[in-house]
């Protein structure tokens, strides 16, 4: 299939053990639970915060630092076990005290890490965060043993799965892997595309949903030849346009919240929906760090808990507006009962048509 060329509407759509030393939790003795596994990168992040971001050839002066678990799919992972989720995080760190650190904060947060894989080749990924008062930030990212991680040692664990949840923070070759693994099992394939390091027509068919912010979508469709004719900001243009590719996709918008779209599947009639975020006032965002996982991973949680698709996004806006109101990424999640009482609560903004969102734009 050419980058050019589109899927027919309407077709039915299918969708090294770690250092004994490292204390971890086992596999969970009832096979029957919802089960999410999540196969990506895993950091030991450096936590700074500075006055304001110096500009090329200054140097800043950081007072304090801290260590933290940090990588996409260390902080996703996270995410479904606050959500109340089993999740078995998949990947590899390095044979060093990082890995430590990474492997103990992942159980401290309720992530079952016997899967996780350890190489003498690389060490634990890492990663260097500046934060501003205001809640902005840089990051710099090592990535390490995740380069090693290969998709087919955690087949097992993925066939067994109700949804296995990735991202773009692997070897490219290793994330189109994993969606041809999760086809071939019929396990549910979330792909949040973040960065955006590979695609191809036949990893977003296999994404339900697709996971991006608007930055992202566009580089989607970019890469997929998609995006002429079509306007950077048109973002109605751009989600039929996706659709044409996945069976669903989700649209994140930082504090405007987020767009949920599912195409036309045996006759059915497509849906398209704004999901508006909570107003978080700005003297209360800490550190946006991590929002945007804390939200793909509670939609993992959600699914594979069998939960529609309209309450996994409310959960999931809830999730990342309440992560930006602390400092670090996993240290900031919610559990699932803080969730819930946030999606019950009057304020809590009710969906709303897009049209009513992009009328004017």
Not at 46 to 54: D, G, H, I, R, W
Request: aromatic share 4%.
């Amino acid at each position: 299939m050419q980058p050019h060329d589109r899927p027919t509407s309407g077709i039915p759509r299918a969708i090294q053990p770690i250092d004994a030393t490292v204390e971890r939790l086992m596999p969970d003795s009832n096979p029957g639970e919802p089960t999410v596994v999540i196969c990506g990168s895993m950091h030991q992040d450096t936590l700074a915060q500075v006055a304001e971001f110096p500009v090329p050839g200054e140097s800043a002066i950081v007072d304090t630092s801290s260590l933290a678990l940090g990588g996409k799919g260390a902080n996703q992972a996270s995410a479904v076990a606050h959500a109340g989720v089993r999740a078995i995080m998949a990947g590899t760190v390095g044979e060093d005290p990082a890995a430590d650190l990474v492997l103990s904060e992942l159980a401290a947060h309720g992530v079952d890490t016997h899967s996780v894989q350890t190489t003498w080749d690389a060490p634990t990924g890492s990663a260097f965060i500046a934060s501003t008062p205001n809640g902005d930030h840089i990051v710099f990212v090592t990535r390490g043993a995740n380069t090693i991680t290969d998709p087919m040692e955690f087949t097992e664990e993925i066939a067994e799965a109700d949804v296995l949840l990735a991202q773009g923070e692997l070897q490219p070759e290793a994330t189109e892997q994993l969606g041809m693994i999760a086809n071939l099992h019929g396990t549910r394939f979330i792909l949040n595309l973040a960065p955006v390091t590979v695609v191809t027509p036949t990893l977003i068919d296999t994404a339900d949903p697709l996971i991006v912010n608007k930055t992202e979508a566009w580089e989607v469709l970019r890469k997929l030849g998609a995006a002429e004719g079509i306007r950077r900001g048109d973002l109605v243009a751009q989600i039929d346009s996706l659709l044409q590719y996945c069976p669903s996709v989700i649209i994140s918008m930082g504090d405007e919240g987020c767009v949920y779209a599912r195409a036309e599947v045996d006759g059915g009639d497509g849906i398209v929906w704004h999901q508006p975020s909570l107003t978080v006032p700005p003297e209360e965002i800490v550190d946006t760090t991590g929002a945007g996982d804390a939200f793909a991973g509670t939609i993992a949680a959600e699914v594979a808990r069998g939960g529609s698709a309209e309450r996994a996004v409310a959960l999931a806006t809830a999730a990342g507006s309440l992560a930006v109101r602390s400092l670090g990424a996993t240290s900031s999640y919610a559990d699932h009962e803080t969730l819930e009482a946030t999606v019950a609560a009057p304020d809590f903004p009710a969906r709303r048509p897009l049209a009513e969102t992009t009328k004017g734009e």
